[in-house]
């Protein structure tokens, strides 16, 4: 029987609702099974799940709990997927969609880059129908700056704006999996073509560029009163000069300058028909290839000379 009771627990600050309504969760109609969400412990939580008519929702749902609480119980790091499981074991034939199932997650190691716990699953009778041993989700990297992006992308942006109005982004995450989910909340399908044929180094730099020109332009957008804009709504694209190019959500193509820096890219935007230029600044950026630039070195050799 499910054991039903947490060391230390608290009611859950987000609802079942507001998990899918507000993102914490990605998954649509079929798979929106979480209908209580709560209590949550220091090594675990518990949850209400609905049966969802989609073949393997269920087992997903207790899975999404499970994430859920490694978004809650982390600052850093907190997006994670499942990576493994060591056994399932099933005491009946699987409840029918619109059956009500209790779930609990009970965690048993948290460490850097994984998350393993043990669930149960069980009728409204307390009568269990499944134990899953070993769930293992594996952590990506997240920080302060990109864990918003994954979460709201149309609202956020990676670059960070500098004095002078150019933007900067910088490579945060390490590894090529954290890589591949970030080009998938930048890229559209035409400029993921290009990625994939590139190698590995020089689709991380061209990646970056990208970032560095996509928020630029969103942002700039957004201080002249655009709403909400996915960074795939942008679409970059290089001109006969190897200019950026960009078009989107506006009528007339802005104007846009970038440069790359090892593990950084500094992007400059302005309106039609003039040279992209911050309050202090009246030039195109310059490529300059450096080792290990800090910040201030980058926006002395890549914005050249400022205005007198």
Not at 62 to 83: K, S, V
Not at 144 to 171: C, K, M, S
Not at 205 to 214: D, T
Request: negative net charge; contains cysteine.
């Amino acid at each position: 029987r499910c054991q039903g009771t947490f060391s230390h627990s608290r009611p859950c600050a987000v609802t079942a609702q507001g998990l899918y309504r507000d993102r914490w969760m990605f998954h649509g109609p079929a798979f929106q099974g979480v209908t209580e969400l709560g209590p949550l412990s220091e090594d675990g939580i518990t949850g209400e799940l609905t049966v969802p008519p989609a073949p393997g929702a269920l087992l997903d749902n207790a899975g999404q709990l499970l994430g859920f609480w490694i978004m809650m119980r982390t600052e850093r790091d907190r997006l994670a997927f499942p990576a493994t499981i060591g056994e399932i074991r099933y005491f009946g034939p699987p409840p029918a969609p619109g059956h009500r199932v209790r779930c609990e997650v009970r965690v048993s190691a948290l460490t850097p880059t994984e998350v393993t716990a043990n669930l149960e699953l069980c009728h409204p009778s307390g009568q269990p129908w499944a134990r899953i041993d070993g769930w293992t989700d594996r952590r990506f990297n997240t920080d302060e700056v990109t864990w918003p992006v994954f979460v709201h992308p149309e609202r956020n942006v990676i670059a960070q704006r500098q004095p002078g109005g150019w933007y900067l982004v910088r490579d945060r995450w390490p590894d090529p999996a954290t890589r591949e989910l970030i080009m998938r909340r930048y890229l559209n399908s035409g400029e993921r073509t290009d990625y994939q044929q590139r190698s590995p180094r020089a689709a991380q730099r061209w990646l970056l560029g990208r970032i560095a020109v996509k928020d630029a332009v969103r942002d700039w957008l957004w201080h002249s009163g655009a709403g909400p804009i996915f960074p795939v709504e942008i679409t970059v694209s290089d001109d006969t000069t190897g200019r950026p190019h960009v078009t989107g959500p506006f009528e007339e193509p802005l104007q846009v300058s970038l440069a790359g820096a090892g593990t950084l890219a500094a992007a400059l935007v302005g309106p039609p028909g003039r040279t992209p230029a911050g309050p202090d600044i009246d030039m195109d950026i310059d490529i300059e290839q450096i080792t290990d630039p800090d910040e201030r070195t980058l926006a002395t050799l890549l914005l050249g000379r400022t205005s007198s």
